[in-house]
Nanobody, 123 residues
Framework: QLQLVESGGGLVQPGGSLRLSCVAS????????IGWFRQAPGKERERVSC????????NYADSVKGRFTISRDNAKNTVYLQMNSLKPEDTAVYYC????????????????WGQGTQVTVSS
């Protein structure tokens, strides 16, 4: 029953904010590295952010640095993506995923994937 479920997406105006959540069930999230990914219409999936097991290390795509913040609450088996100063180019389906390991190297996330949540930034 391994599962990741994203929520918090929606329609927001440019400059606005959203907070995405990703809740794990069927396994203990604290033992995995977590990534947030997004896929815009007609484009390839890209990694937005990554956080290691204890939350002490993270990274971001250049396009979102300074605007997005990843965090995790292991007690709640949940990871978050706070998105501020949103731009139209942030419009995409956002996914969370997990992989074995404790680093944010560019390695495949093969453990679990969520179904995605839609983020639309438009005036």
């Amino acid at each position: 029953q391994l599962q990741l479920v994203e929520s918090g997406g929606g329609l927001v105006q440019p400059g606005g904010s959203l907070r995405l959540s990703c809740v794990a069930s069927g396994f203990t999230l604290s033992t995995y590295t977590i990534g947030w990914f997004r896929q815009a219409p007609g484009k390839e999936r890209e990694r937005v952010s990554c956080i290691i097991r204890n939350g002490e290390g993270s990274n971001y795509a250049d396009s979102v640095k300074g605007r997005f913040t990843i965090s995790r609450d292991n007690a709640k088996n949940t990871v978050y993506l706070q998105m501020n100063s949103l731009k139209p180019e942030d419009t995409a389906v956002y996914y969370c995923a997990t992989r074995v390991g404790n680093n944010c190297l560019n390695l495949p996330f093969t453990h679990a994937w969520g179904q995605g949540t839609q983020v639309t930034v438009s005036s």
